[in-house]
Structure formats: structure tokens, C-alpha cells
């Protein structure tokens, strides 16, 4: 069974971006970047891979899992497909008739859908967000991978959105950078 990621960037009063959706405050050189490139080169859009002339292993990842928001975010750079390399679903409620590249999926039903590929054979489901995605399938979360970045935002979305009650994660790894950036990884605690 493949395990549901989520793994974000968020700011250190757990904001995953600006009130307008709006990430650029976040450092985007650093020795970060490297570690990003080299062990998390599923989760690069394909443009970004193209540039940096990488190709993706799809050793984390086969499938991402978004809202219409995080996913409409590259539109004003015409791209509508940002992980080709990857099976693309996109959770909407009021874009069900917008038209799709062949790689994008269109969902309602975040939950069933997420335990849907779940329960499929492959490697493994990023969570890539935003927040209220998040929260709606927080239960189905196995791993969170947060980037933590050196910058208060003060508002904006935050990393999850969901009703009160407690889940449990246990630290499973944390690598601190030059840049500022601390990456800690989480494993759901189910027991």
C-alpha cells in the first residue's frame, strides 16, 4: 500500500503562503535547494526539471494529489500540466468543466480518491496542498515532510485546515541548512 505524503514548505508560524497565495518569501537559493534537487526530484514541476536538466526518478512519488488553487498556480505561466511525470489529480468543487491536459485528473471526492491510489500498486501519493486540501484527508496522512523557512508571514493558509483533534507524529528525521531552512519529516503515529 502506498503511503500519502505531505510535504510542504511553510513558513515558521505554519503558513504555506501569503494571504494571496503568494510562496516568494520563501528562500528559493540555498544549500535547501540542492537537498531538494538531488532527494526530492518528484515534487519539481517539469518546467523547473527541464531548466535544471534533471530528470525524475519517480522514486518517492508517481502520483500528486492538489487543490484547484496550488494547481491553477501556474496558469499565468501557461502551464497546466505541472507534473507530467506524475499521475495528476486536482480537487475541485467549481472547476469540474474546465478542460485538462490527458496526465490531469479532476476530483470532488478528495477522500475516496486519495484511498483510491492509496490502495493502487506504486510507489507512493504526494500531498502537495494547499491547506484546506489538507485538512480534508488529514487522516489519511502518513508522512509530513515540512520545510520550515526563516520567515514569519503572519497570515496566509495554513499547513492544515481541518476540525480540532489531536493526531500524532512521531519525528522521524530533520536536517537543518546554511540557508535557514529546516526540513523535518513526521511519521503518523497510529498506534
Same mark, same amino acid.
Given at each position: 500500500? +502506498?503511503?500519502? &505524503?505531505?510535504?510542504?514548505? &511553510? $513558513?515558521?508560524?505554519? +503558513? ?16 535547501? /535547494?540542492?537537498? /531538494? ?5 518528484? &515534487?519539481? *514541476? ?11 526518478? +519517480? ?11 496550488? @494547481?491553477? =498556480?501556474?496558469?499565468?505561466? !501557461?502551464?497546466?500540466?505541472? @507534473? ?5 489529480? #486536482?480537487?475541485?468543487? $467549481? ?25 493502487? *500498486? ?6 502537495? %496542498?494547499? !491547506?484546506?486540501?489538507? %485538512?480534508?484527508?488529514?487522516?489519511? /496522512? ?7 523557512? *526563516? ?11 481541518? *476540525?480540532? =483533534? =489531536?493526531?500524532?507524529? +512521531? ?6 541548512? %546554511? $540557508?535557514?531552512?529546516? #526540513? ?8
Amino acid at each position: 500500500m +502506498r503511503e500519502l &505524503t505531505y510535504y510542504v514548505a &511553510t $513558513s515558521l508560524d505554519g +503558513r504555506i503562503a501569503a494571504p494571496d497565495g503568494d510562496f516568494s518569501a520563501f528562500p528559493m537559493v540555498g544549500d535547501h /535547494i540542492d537537498m /531538494i534537487v538531488r532527494d526530492w526530484t518528484d &515534487t519539481l *514541476p517539469g518546467p523547473a526539471q527541464a531548466a535544471l536538466g534533471v530528470t525524475p526518478p +519517480r522514486s518517492r512519488f508517481d502520483a500528486v494529489v492538489m487543490g484547484w488553487n496550488t @494547481y491553477a =498556480a501556474g496558469f499565468p505561466h !501557461g502551464v497546466d500540466d505541472p @507534473y507530467p511525470h506524475l499521475d495528476q489529480v #486536482v480537487v475541485t468543487r $467549481s472547476h469540474l468543466d474546465h478542460a485538462v491536459p490527458a496526465g490531469v485528473r479532476l476530483t470532488t471526492d478528495p477522500v475516496a480518491e486519495v484511498q483510491r491510489l492509496k490502495a493502487a *500498486p506504486g510507489v507512493g501519493v504526494w500531498l502537495c %496542498g494547499g !491547506g484546506t486540501l489538507a %485538512g480534508s484527508v488529514v487522516d489519511e /496522512i502518513d508522512r509530513l515532510v515540512v520545510k520550515v523557512n *526563516p520567515v514569519l508571514l503572519g497570515d496566509g493558509p495554513a499547513l492544515v485546515t481541518a *476540525p480540532y =483533534a =489531536a493526531r500524532d507524529f +512521531r519525528l522521524d528525521r530533520t536536517q537543518a541548512f %546554511g $540557508s535557514g531552512v529546516v #526540513v523535518n519529516e513526521y511519521v503518523r503515529d497510529r498506534g
